[in-house]
């Protein structure tokens, strides 16, 4: 690998991603661990976790995200019913096959009851290893749901500690909060970048660079992607006639990569998403000097961060949200590719359509499971709505 004070290319540095990406037996996560004795790996299920916590108390920090459509499910499917969505399946699958011994604790954020039913499972599947659901506060108060929320986060600390050996101080929480602070500041660079010029940043190598940082250090995901942005402006592309596109319903059980490249092979220009929400989920930097439990606290109370996870104080929210983001994205329609029986995407989807075609703003929608291998109907179903984008706009 070539090291970070030298300029990597664009080409490099996607394939570095992609190698990540395609392994599912987590080499690089094991080669840290390999590089760090005595450090633990700690695993996180979509859609938000503190990393910040994990990283302060020693652990290195890891997205599971599932196997995609490269791993055959066997052994997962004896686990849960048909008609629940593909991850669970697919983690378990990962767990089963030993692709996932590496890891020493792992999170499940309060997604939906599937992801609570999956973390009772690694509790009883997994005794050894540091198990903990994360309840997100969910009430309209302000100073009551931050208060809960640290103590949520004191908690975390204590446990992820007793297995990692490292009980953080404040300089530690916040010299970890200073980190992810950089890396979410690279990231929204990275998408005000391709919202200003899709035809540089393709939607296939910002998705491979995301889910690259999240097996890796934040430090090495924070060079890598500084290079990659430095490479993209060493190497300007030309602009296609393509259609502005918003891609909703995609924050839990992510699309498979040739989903995300037939979109944009059809005609469409991803200019934005909520893939690998978590990554993005607090919009405003987090105080690194203080009291750092309640600084995260804080952040993650006052973050307008809109989500089918998060419970929404103003009713009509829902029904302006998608007009708010066309406008801020300058796009042209909007895509709902949601997973199929996701419920916290599918009882938003009405209302967010709903709002968005009062607004005159075109939508298309169709689901889809991680392991989806056919892509030639999203492909058609995409470029008739680039098209249709063109010829009509929003009539």
């Not at 992820?160 to 300089?171: F, I, K, N, Q």
């Not at 708010?324 to 599918?346: E, Q, Y």
Request: hydrophobic fraction near 40%; aromatic fraction near 10%.
């Amino acid at each position: 690998m070539a090291k970070h004070d030298e300029l990597m290319t664009r080409t490099a540095i996607v394939d570095w991603a992609r190698d990540i990406f395609e392994d599912l037996d987590f080499t690089v996560v094991r080669q840290w661990l390999e590089d760090n004795p005595g450090r633990k790996a700690g695993g996180y299920l979509p859609v938000y976790a503190p990393r910040e916590v994990l990283h302060a108390t020693g652990f290195l920090p890891v997205g599971i995200h599932g196997g995609g459509d490269r791993i055959e499910i066997i052994r997962g499917d004896a686990f849960y019913q048909s008609y629940i969505c593909h991850l669970p399946r697919s983690v378990i699958e990962l767990a089963q096959s030993g692709r996932l011994d590496m890891l020493s604790a792992v999170l499940f954020p309060s997604t939906c009851d599937v992801i609570r039913n999956l973390s009772g499972m690694w509790k009883l599947l997994y005794p050894d290893t540091y198990v903990r659901y994360i309840d997100v506060p969910q009430v309209p108060d302000p100073g009551a749901s931050a208060e809960f929320w640290a103590g949520e986060l004191h908690h975390m600390i204590d446990g992820l500690a007793e297995v990692s050996g490292h009980r953080p101080t404040d300089v530690d929480l916040q010299r970890s909060i200073a980190v992810y602070n950089e890396a979410r500041a690279v990231i929204r660079e990275l998408y005000a970048l391709r919202r200003d010029r899709p035809w540089d940043v393709p939607t296939e190598e910002l998705y491979l660079l995301l889910r690259a940082g999240e097996s890796v250090a934040p430090e090495t995901f924070i060079a890598h992607a500084k290079q990659y942005i430095a490479a993209v402006a060493a190497d300007p592309k030309r602009p296609r006639d393509n259609s502005r596109v918003v891609v909703v319903g995609a924050f839990c059980e992510q699309p498979p990569l040739g989903l995300i490249k037939s979109i944009e092979r059809a005609g469409c220009y991803i200019v934005d998403d909520d893939f690998l929400l978590g990554n993005r989920f607090l919009t405003t930097t987090v105080r690194d000097d203080g009291e750092p439990v309640r600084a995260l606290a804080d952040a993650f109370i006052r973050n307008d961060m809109a989500s089918s996870v998060l419970y929404e104080i103003n009713p009509l929210g829902k029904r302006n949200l998608m007009k708010n983001r066309v406008a801020d994205a300058k796009a042209d329609g909007i895509i709902f590719a949601t997973p199929s029986f996701c419920d916290p995407a599918l009882l938003d989807q009405p209302m967010l359509r709903d709002g968005a075609e009062k607004a005159g703003i075109p939508c298309i929608a169709f689901k889809y499971a991680e392991n989806t291998g056919q892509f030639q109907q999203f492909r058609e179903q995409a470029g008739t709505f680039a098209d249709s984008i063109k010829l009509w706009g929003a009539a």
